[in-house]
């Protein structure tokens, strides 16, 4: 198997969904000439062509909308957001547009595209350009969302988003274009809607998803010096959830920590949590806890700024909680 | 052919609609799409452009009124043209009289009797089944609920180690079973089953909580733990001899009784054999270390067993003391819970009521109970083969079977027969 | 008195564009006594008075165009092809609507017809029409996309990033706004800075005109020419159309912030039905009963319409889980 990046994988997806069907087209500030902001869209000018290929104006809710509307008459759009701190200005286009036209129009158009970058804080960039978005874009129906936190993961995902028929609302991390893992030669799809257990524990199931993941995987190998056991599990689609595969875990090791680099109020993991003492009540010896980024706007200095988003003695002060060890 | 026309809706949120102003006088033309009303919504006043053409034949909501969507609000028609407001449906009337009048329509319908007839039905006393120490919370994770009942375990027996004293799943790692009281839906079941026969020669009698109390333990008694009886007979010559040098000069208060020198006995041979003083966990057999012997005392609407606390490490004028303290206050009502909880071994003695031999159910958790008949004159043939009069007493003891076995109930009887036949040896 | 100028425009053509007038004004008539009686709720925005500018640019189209609109299109939907019944039955939210009693007065909605919905968020149609004009360029058809919004609607953010590229990417976008000269209840000189709003073409170098939305005729035969060079050269192209509503913004509107005398004006003097009629009645192509007979013909169809949306079935309550998401 080869080890490439994060971006290469992604980067081979598009490519690969590209030749595969002529009607997926990129479109994005920079991803032509410039060969995108973060790389991933290295490469593909030169063998697409600038039919394929677009470097956009800085105009979000424009491009944004402008592949729905071609969506809506069959093109399979790819639209770049250079982060997802820049999509929220196609919130209209996204929540009004993209996730209603098939019902408001009684199943008869639908939006096969995605709208894709990266998502919540990279390093000290302020709070404008570190927000995680999962939280909100998971609350709209029509829409579906998918995560990834390694480069096997981000590949099969986004060509299974490319080929799905709805919009996907894709979440990368800027932390994590540069990660190396193994991703095989041959083709492979991540079907969307099915979560991976990164690490299988027995004593407590952690979940979290994108470059939160890797805070929970160390974590986990942290308390495993100290005997306890922690699953790590991946949703990888928060919306629609992978609710049989977070139960099933939960019901082995009967505690939950959720960890998310978002604010904690109404966060997916609160949607988790909820799900979880509805269905597991039975099965929790704790409440389930939740470690989250501090309900402040990101800082920029860069102490508080680790501070303020999960960090491992946090998750593994919140493990300690659940199994009532002081 | 005369058009009602109806109170149009004119935004989204209208409800009902205020007459503004007519335009058009009753006898006027009115041309269709030419505005004859102005109507005030919940947002705005607006003309109504009439849907007909025709005369304005009668006004049915004058200006200044307002009336619901739908409802008629004037007649359009031919010149001259008769109208039935009849056939309009009332819709003349004032909208406050419509109201009224559905209201007073609606009333007779209700069911007046049936509010009585109901509570009629329901039983007399409907309390929650619940005893006191119930309505303090349980706090345990609901894992820890789901392993206790399904192991069986009294989570009340056990100390949560989590949060505000939470059990948690690990205090249930190594905990042993308790009988559990079969749930109380069990006894209700079997209730209703009292045979009757015709109307009026019976009566049901509203069952209190000590009674359900008992009814369930019982039950659950009966039905988890298989008793086994074991019945002795003992010579108690030499016990009335004792009692009646230990009374001797001694008050009414100060008296001992046969039966405190029955709990002294039960308590030092507990010590002998604790195999006795157990019970049955689930799991496990817990095996007590001290002899905490409850005593059955009747009170008027039932049965309490208050328990004397480590009687084999008190002599038998403090077990005499606390015995009739505790029956005192028993009958008198003044005792509390814990002050017949935790017995490890239960007497009941109906030897005062004449009652030669019974046998008793068990009081869970506890293995075995130990039952009193009365002491009488009765011709026996002693030792030497002589028949003579001896004052004898029965008793027999009932055993779960899961915590004693025949042979290990019938030597500690044997040990038992042998304190009360002989009360020096009590001091062995 | 000069002798009429010969009309350029086929008898045909005219009659079926005075006929679909009719239509569209008896059928709106309709939707708006059908409101009133509360066969429905909702919003209602009726397009009264506007009918020449609808009518002009359906009949310079081909039906593969595509077309797109705000809220305020029961009649364009009409006019790309919708059955009046299936607009009718969607306004009644019945199981025979256009979009199955999902979208209602501002969503229609027509895959067959291509007409790509009403939308009810100010100018967030514009996107979607230029990314149609960008699927028209990438797939080498020679349709047209239209794309109508109101006056108001020019003063959207997102309208000025996708005029932007449709003129930078060259694509076959025809905006159409519709300056019926408010927005909502605010003249549009209270919030606009310039004062003719095909100007905004300016700022990307857009080709533009305007024409007089109340004319049929001078509609249809501006569009048709604009249509058939945009097909050649794919620009946009920003057509500014003055015209009128008679109606408030929307049924609950009392219109009190403009003058009845200038609602009459319109009305008596430049409405388009009568005056294509004066036209067709000049050039001898129709008579007055001819024409009172289309009228009739088209209050009938309105007529059908409403029985056909009055019999429709209410869709199954269980449809509302339906057509979130495709498989």
């Known amino acids: 198997m080869a080890v490439i990046t994060f971006r290469e994988a992604l980067g081979q997806a598009i490519a690969e969904e590209m030749t595969r069907d002529a009607n997926v087209f990129l479109m994005g500030e920079e991803v032509g000439l410039y060969n995108g902001a973060y790389k991933v869209s290295k490469g593909l000018l030169d063998q697409f062509g600038p039919k394929r290929v677009w470097d956009a104006p800085i105009s979000e809710a424009g491009f944004a909308g402008l592949g729905v509307g071609a969506a809506m008459v069959g093109l399979r759009p790819i639209i770049e957001f250079m982060t997802w701190n820049f999509g929220i200005q196609a919130f209209d286009q996204i929540v009004n547009h993209a996730a209603k036209m098939l019902y408001m129009s009684g199943g008869q158009f639908n939006i096969p595209m995605v709208f894709r970058g990266p998502n919540g804080a990279a390093h000290m960039l302020g709070a404008q350009h570190s927000q995680a978005y999962e939280s909100m874009i998971t609350n709209i129906p029509g829409l579906i969302v998918a995560t990834c936190s390694t480069p096997y993961d981000g590949k099969g995902l986004l060509k299974s988003a490319i080929r799905n028929n709805n919009p996907v609302l894709f979440l990368e991390s800027e932390m994590m274009y540069g990660m190396k893992g193994e991703v095989p030669e041959e083709e492979y799809l991540i079907p969307l809607g099915k979560g991976d257990i990164k690490r299988e524990g027995k004593d407590v199931t952690l979940i979290a998803w994108n470059k939160a993941l890797h805070k929970a995987m160390e974590a986990a190998e942290a308390l495993n010096e100290q005997g306890i056991s922690a699953e790590v599990l991946d949703p990888r689609t928060l919306q629609p959830l992978d609710e049989d595969l977070i139960f099933e875990s939960v019901r082995k090791t009967h505690r939950l920590v959720i960890i998310e680099e978002s604010w904690s109020f109404g966060s997916v993991g609160a949607q988790i949590s909820d799900r979880v003492h509805k269905e597991c009540f039975d099965d929790l010896d704790a409440p389930v806890h939740r470690v989250c980024n501090e309900f402040v706007p990101m800082p920029y200095n860069e102490a508080q700024e680790e501070r303020t988003m999960p960090s491992v003695d946090r998750i593994v002060k919140a493990v300690k909680d659940v199994l009532y060890i002081a | 052919m005369a058009e009602v026309i109806e109170m149009p809706k004119l935004s989204d949120t209208m409800e009902e609609g205020g007459i503004a102003s007519w335009l058009k006088k009753e006898g006027d033309f009115i041309e269709e799409g030419e505005a004859f009303v102005e109507i005030e919504t919940d947002k705005a006043t607006m003309e109504y452009n009439s849907p007909v053409e025709g005369y304005l034949l009668k006004i049915l909501v004058p200006a200044g009124k307002t009336s619901p969507l739908n409802k008629p609000i004037c007649i359009v028609g031919e010149k001259g043209e008769k109208v039935d407001l009849g056939a309009v449906g009332g819709g003349a009337k004032p909208v406050s009289e419509k109201v009224e009048a559905k209201a007073s329509e609606k009333t007779p319908e209700k069911p007046v009797g049936k509010t009585e007839a109901k509570a009629s039905e329901k039983p007399a006393v409907e309390k929650k089944d619940v005893s006191s120490a119930d309505n303090e919370r349980l706090r345990a994770s609901p894992l820890a609920k789901k392993i206790a009942e399904d192991k069986k375990i009294d989570l009340r027996s056990i100390e949560g180690s989590g949060p505000g004293g939470r059990v948690v799943m690990r205090d249930l790692e190594g905990a042993e079973a308790s009988r559990k009281e079969s749930p109380a839906a069990d006894v209700k079941k079997e209730a209703p089953r009292a045979a009757a026969s015709s109307a009026g020669d019976y009566e049901d009698l509203p069952v209190n909580m000590m009674r359900k109390t008992i009814a369930k333990r019982l039950l659950a008694a009966k039905n988890d733990a298989p008793h086994f009886y074991l019945t002795r007979s003992v010579n108690m010559k030499k016990l009335s001899e004792w009692r009646e040098q230990l009374n001797k000069g001694a008050d009414k208060d100060t008296k001992i009784s046969v039966n405190d020198l029955i709990v002294l006995a039960v308590s030092r041979a507990l010590i002998r054999h604790p195999e006795v003083n157990s019970s049955w966990q689930g799991e496990t057999i817990r095996r007590y270390k001290a002899a905490h012997v409850a005593v059955a005392v009747a009170i008027p609407d039932g049965l309490i067993t208050p328990v004397v606390r480590n009687a084999h490490a008190i002599g038998l004028r403090e077990i005499a003391k606390q015995t009739k303290d505790l029956i005192g206050r028993t009958k008198a009502g003044k005792i509390s819970p814990d002050e017949y909880a935790g017995g490890t071994f239960s007497i009941s003695n109906l030897g005062m009521m004449g009652i030669e031999n019974f046998t008793a159910i068990i009081n869970p958790p506890q293995a075995a109970i130990l039952a009193v008949g009365a002491t009488i004159k009765t011709p026996w043939v002693n030792e030497a083969g002589e028949l003579e009069v001896q004052e004898r007493m029965t008793m027999t003891m009932s055993c779960d079977h899961r915590v004693i076995d025949g042979a290990v109930g019938a030597t500690f009887l044997q040990t038992l027969v042998g304190f009360l036949e002989d009360p020096l040896a009590i001091l062995t | ?327």
């Not at chain 3, 797939?139 to 609607?153: H, K, L, P, S, T």
């Open chain 3, 1 to 327: 008195m000069t002798p009429p100028k010969k009309s350029a425009v086929d008898r045909d053509v005219l009659i079926g564009m005075y006929k679909q007038m009719c239509l569209f004004r008896r059928f709106e008539e309709r939707v708006g006594l059908a409101y009133t009686k509360q066969k429905f709720s909702g919003f209602c925005h009726l397009h009264i008075g506007q009918e020449g500018l609808a009518v002009g640019v359906q009949t310079a189209l081909r039906t593969t165009d595509y077309m797109i609109s705000g809220y305020r299109s029961h009649t364009q939907a009409i006019g790309k092809g919708i059955a009046p019944g299936a607009v009718m039955a969607e306004l009644f939210g019945k199981v025979d609507g256009c979009c199955r009693g999902k979208g209602g007065s501002m969503h229609m909605f027509s895959k067959e017809h291509r007409f790509l919905g009403g939308h009810g968020i100010v100018g967030g149609q514009a996107p979607l029409a230029v990314g149609v004009a960008f699927a028209i360029r990438y797939r080498n058809e020679d349709n047209v996309m239209i794309c109508y919004m109101g006056d108001a609607a020019t003063n959207q953010g997102q309208v000025f990033e996708v005029m932007n590229m449709a003129a930078t990417w060259d694509l076959p976008v025809l905006f159409i706004i519709e300056n019926n000269r408010y927005g909502m209840g605010t003249d549009i000189t209270r919030t606009t800075s310039v004062d003719a709003l095909w100007k905004r073409a300016l700022a990307f170098d857009m080709a533009h005109s305007d024409v007089d939305g109340m004319s049929a005729i001078t509609v249809y035969n501006h569009v048709n020419s604009l249509v058939e060079s945009m097909r050649k050269n794919k620009k946009p192209h920003l057509l500014e159309a003055l015209t009128y509503r008679y109606r408030g913004h929307s049924v609950s509107d009392p219109g009190s912030y403009r003058t009845k005398e200038e609602v009459e004006d319109y009305q008596k003097n430049r409405d388009p039905i009568i005056g294509l009629g004066r036209f067709l009645l000049e050039q001898k192509f129709a008579t007055e009963e001819e024409l009172k007979g289309f009228d009739n013909e088209a209050k009938e169809k309105a007529k059908e319409a409403e029985a056909f949306a009055d019999e429709s079935p209410q869709p199954p309550v269980e449809e509302l889980w339906d057509h979130v998401l495709v498989d």
